[in-house]
């Protein structure tokens, strides 16, 4: 089974040999159809063929270009905060990749703990929960999460996120590279949210910027950071970073990009003695949980083990055999942009409707 791990391996070019060059070009030929496919569908929205469904508020996508973790949740976290500050009801609207029937994903379970008064509704028809979030939950602004290509629902903020650490998916298309669709696309942004600039060099974060610019030379540029805000267990209880700074940690997790992860621990100042990965979305089962509690034992020499917050909610435990388990939570810092952007977000707020519950 190819792992998220191996396949980015062979299409960054890491993965060297001539039975891997010849895959690569079989990706290639396939993403050559993959290519149509996706042109087809977005000249039919560009040239008005097809378009997207309106709902009666305002509407926010937040998405990106490549597949794998760009740092949209935190992101989604920060909108959903700054709407609820201003007195607004805004909800949640996403696919629910990977959850069971009738369940929420890990994305819906970290996001309820984080945002526990705003309501979150998973769908893979995302018109139809919109419409319900409008009519039925009196919503007065919709968060669409990783909708960029969703264009069958209008929008009317489309916010793109880019990875500074993979910021272009190699530049090919799935599944010659991780593009879900051409970097081209990137002129239908209005707003381009740069995240984890500060894991790379100043070149390379320049270069990029110098490139995003000349893709969408009318958007709004923002650059976020990953700002770790405490250790949190299953039982609730949090404690500050500073408790594991200096300390030695095992860590693991199953997201789009696990260097990312390993980043943010060594830069808060903990010791990641080992990284486990896991493809993003895992679903976690009793032989990973065995495989990991086996794995600690191991490692006497550590202090605690250490996942992403969209892990513990997965796993449900306090701790791996006698060390304890805690999650690193993340918080969106801005740090260039800010204002614009929210200049973008007060234009929304003047286009909702007057809300019919407020005298009440």
């Not at 990749?97 to 008064?117: H, I, V």
């Not at 917050?309 to 993340?330: Q, S, Y």
Request: glycine letters at 8%.
């Amino acid at each position: 089974m190819l792992t998220a791990r191996d396949f980015k391996a062979i299409v960054s070019g890491r993965q060297k040999g001539i039975g891997t060059s010849m895959l690569r070009g079989l990706m290639w030929v396939t993403s050559l159809f993959y290519g149509v496919g996706v042109g087809i569908r977005n000249r039919q929205f560009d040239t008005k063929v097809k378009s997207g469904e309106r709902v009666d508020v305002p509407v926010i996508s937040v998405g990106n270009l490549t597949l794998g973790g760009t740092g949209k949740t935190p992101m989604v976290a920060w909108l959903a905060r700054w709407f609820r500050e201003q007195d607004i009801r805004v909800t949640l609207i996403s696919r629910g990749y990977g959850a069971e029937q009738g369940a929420q994903n890990d994305e819906a379970k970290e996001l309820e703990q984080l945002l526990p008064d705003v309501p979150h509704l998973q769908n893979p028809d995302r018109v139809a929960a919109a419409q319900v979030a409008a009519e039925e939950l009196a919503a007065q602004v919709l968060l669409l999460d990783d909708a960029f290509q969703h264009r069958r629902i209008a929008r009317d903020l489309d916010i793109v996120l880019i990875d500074a650490t993979e910021p272009f998916g190699y530049d090919y298309l799935f599944p010659r590279g991780t593009l879900r669709e051409p970097v081209q696309s990137l002129g239908r942004a209005d707003v381009i949210v740069l995240t984890r600039g500060d894991m790379v060099s100043e070149q390379d974060r320049a270069a990029i910027w110098e490139r995003i610019v000349k893709l969408d030379h009318d958007a709004v540029l923002v650059e976020m950071r990953h700002q770790p805000s405490r250790l949190l267990n299953d039982s609730g209880k949090s404690q500050t970073i500073e408790q594991l700074q200096g300390k030695k940690v095992l860590a693991f997790c199953g997201i789009g990009n696990p260097s990312g992860f390993r980043h943010t621990l060594n830069d808060a100042g903990i010791d990641v003695v080992e990284l486990r990965e896991f493809d993003d979305h895992h679903a976690y089962q009793r032989e990973d949980i065995h495989a990991l509690e086996h794995w600690t034992t191991e490692h006497n020499e550590v202090d605690a083990v250490v996942c992403t917050h969209k892990d513990l909610v997965k796993i449900g435990l306090d701790r791996f055999m006698d060390k304890p388990l805690w999650a690193l939570t993340i918080e969106a810092q801005i740090v260039d942009g800010q204002a614009e952007l929210e200049e973008r977000l007060r234009e929304l707020v003047a286009k909702i409707p007057a809300d019919p519950y407020a005298d009440y």
